[in-house]
């Protein structure tokens, strides 16, 4: 009996040392992946501090121009589907925000919200576009929205693409508890050794499930779209700028009383099967904003441009006829 469990537990730690060898990764050079991912509409603005911002200018620029950002361990690529379909009538800026896709880790470090609009501030200066619409998804989302809360003379329009960063006065007061009275989990995460750690272990199946969770629809789970997420994970730095958002970065949450100071007209967009935000948190949108269209999606995920971008470019087309 002795000599079995001997070996039961000899066959556990080694399957634990395997599973934990295989999802070890180096870093990939950005020559490397740039030379992978980037293509010929791929532009790189440079900030003060060297850091490169990868972005993208395409469709007519005789149109009116509306910047798409991505969201939380995203990247512009999430938006190839739909630019195809609204570039006859729009001139699109996709940008990868910084910390992600071929953007990656930026010298400042300044992976905050505000961080992310100084960056749509300076790209839209620096193409000498003076008004522009704002679309964002999910944590782009709130980027955008807080954008057009900020610059109201700048915004002509708004899209939401189950979009974050509002909460009900419950939800304050739960962040607000949480955060004064951490689980020792959170804690843990904070540990230097366990940084280290998982800045190295980035298994491929982190990829693979982040974006079986993403969609409604299986099918567009496909392998070489996750591999492309895993390898932009690996971009030299992106993985320490990621956990220094998730790891202590998390900010204050905004209540429904903010948005009623936005002006710009807003289209909401958001799948009625969404596992990462809560199709709900759209109704807040919808009851707490001057001007704006709510889309809801039956069988769609938290990405409706990647799972509907036929539909979800024909609202947007429509939302601009009516303005």
Excluded: C
């Excluded at 990868?96 to 992976?111: K, Q, R, V």
């Excluded at 964002?136 to 900020?150: D, E, I, K, P, T």
């Excluded at 730095?237 to 900010?251: D, E, H, K, P």
Aim: hydrophobic fraction near 40%; charged fraction near 25%.
């Amino acid at each position: 009996m002795k000599k079995i469990l001997k070996w039961i537990g000899i066959l556990i730690i080694t399957t634990i040392a395997v599973l934990v060898y295989s999802g070890i990764y180096l870093d990939i050079p950005r020559e490397e992946l740039e030379a992978k991912y980037a293509n010929d509409s791929s532009q790189f603005f440079e900030l003060s501090d060297n850091t490169r911002i990868h972005f993208r200018d395409e469709g007519n620029f005789e149109k009116p121009v509306i910047v798409l950002l991505h969201g939380f361990n995203g990247s512009l690529f999430n938006f190839e589907k739909l630019v195809p379909l609204l570039a006859d009538d729009f001139r699109l800026i996709s940008i990868d925000l910084p910390g992600f896709g071929l953007t990656g880790a930026t010298a400042s470090s300044n992976y905050t919200t505000e961080g992310f609009m100084e960056v749509v501030t300076k790209l839209t200066e620096e193409l000498r576009i003076n008004k522009f619409s704002i679309a964002g998804n999910s944590m782009g989302g709130g980027v955008a929205w807080r954008y057009a809360l900020q610059n109201p003379n700048k915004i002509e329009s708004l899209i939401l693409l189950a979009s974050s960063g509002v909460g009900t006065k419950e939800d304050r007061e739960k962040f607000e508890e949480r955060e004064k009275n951490q689980p020792f989990v959170w804690r843990l995460l904070d540990s230097a050794a366990l940084k280290k750690f998982l800045h190295y272990y980035t298994p491929k199946f982190f990829a693979t499930e982040a974006l079986k969770r993403s969609v409604f629809d299986q099918k567009f789970a496909n392998y070489e779209h996750a591999m492309q997420f895993h390898d932009l994970v690996l971009l030299e730095g992106s993985r320490n700028a990621i956990l220094s958002m998730t790891m202590g970065g998390r900010r204050a949450m905004y209540g429904p009383e903010a948005l009623s100071e936005i002006v710009a007209p807003t289209l909401v967009i958001h799948g009625e099967e969404d596992n990462i935000i809560n199709v709900k948190r759209s109704l807040i949108f919808k009851e707490n904003m001057n001007k704006v269209k709510l889309k809801i999606y039956p069988e769609i995920g938290h990405l409706p441009m990647y799972e509907d971008p036929i539909r979800t470019a024909t609202d947007i087309r429509e939302f601009f006829r009516d303005l």
